[in-house]
């Protein structure tokens, strides 16, 4: 036999197959990557809207003082709630800030529940604490999947 026919020489070009525990597939990358903006996306929406509600909203200020707390609080809440938003939703900022708003955001949200579960709101008002902190946990775990909180 001649070297061109040899059954010992190897004529598939193809890539190996990555190992297992290897990286990602580039299709999985983006999943995860959509997935962090779909889940970021709702979640600045929902606070976002309770920024603005905050500010301009008479009933939501009604709730504040329901709660027991002061005018300026809820001012304050709303600015640093926008702040929060701006630091999850610019890519450029360093992982590490980000991780200080979403434990900002963790806070807020878990205040807010044990506010209205303290006077005996029922779960049509603090419902919706809970579910914003599920989409915001659902972000900071893409966040984390995507190799940013590391």
């Given at each position: 036999m001649?070297a061109?026919?040899?059954?010992?020489?190897?004529h598939d070009?193809r890539a190996?197959?990555?190992?297992a525990?290897?990286?990602?597939?580039?299709?999985?990358?983006r999943?995860?990557?959509a997935?962090?903006w779909?889940?970021?996306s709702?979640?600045?929406l929902?606070m976002?809207?309770?920024?603005?509600a905050q500010l301009?909203?008479?009933?939501?200020?009604e709730?504040?003082?329901?709660?027991?707390?002061?005018?300026?609080?809820?001012?304050?809440?709303?600015?640093?709630?926008l702040?929060g938003?701006?630091?999850l939703?610019?890519p450029?900022?360093?992982?590490?800030?980000?991780?200080w708003?979403?434990?900002?955001?963790?806070?807020?949200?878990?205040?807010?529940?044990?506010?209205?579960?303290?006077?005996?709101?029922?779960?049509?008002?603090?419902i919706?604490?809970?579910?914003?902190?599920?989409?915001?946990?659902?972000?900071?775990?893409?966040?984390?999947k995507?190799?940013e909180?590391?």
């Amino acid at each position: 036999m001649n070297a061109i026919t040899s059954p010992a020489v190897d004529h598939d070009v193809r890539a190996p197959a990555p190992a297992a525990g290897g990286p990602a597939r580039p299709s999985r990358a983006r999943g995860a990557r959509a997935a962090y903006w779909v889940f970021t996306s709702l979640f600045a929406l929902q606070m976002g809207f309770t920024a603005y509600a905050q500010l301009r909203l008479p009933q939501v200020a009604e709730v504040f003082h329901h709660l027991g707390f002061p005018d300026y609080f809820r001012v304050e809440l709303c600015w640093a709630k926008l702040l929060g938003l701006t630091v999850l939703l610019v890519p450029q900022v360093p992982a590490r800030v980000k991780e200080w708003a979403y434990a900002g955001f963790a806070i807020v949200l878990g205040s807010a529940l044990i506010a209205h579960l303290a006077v005996g709101d029922g779960p049509s008002a603090w419902i919706w604490s809970v579910g914003t902190f599920a989409l915001g946990a659902l972000s900071y775990c893409f966040h984390l999947k995507n190799g940013e909180g590391r």
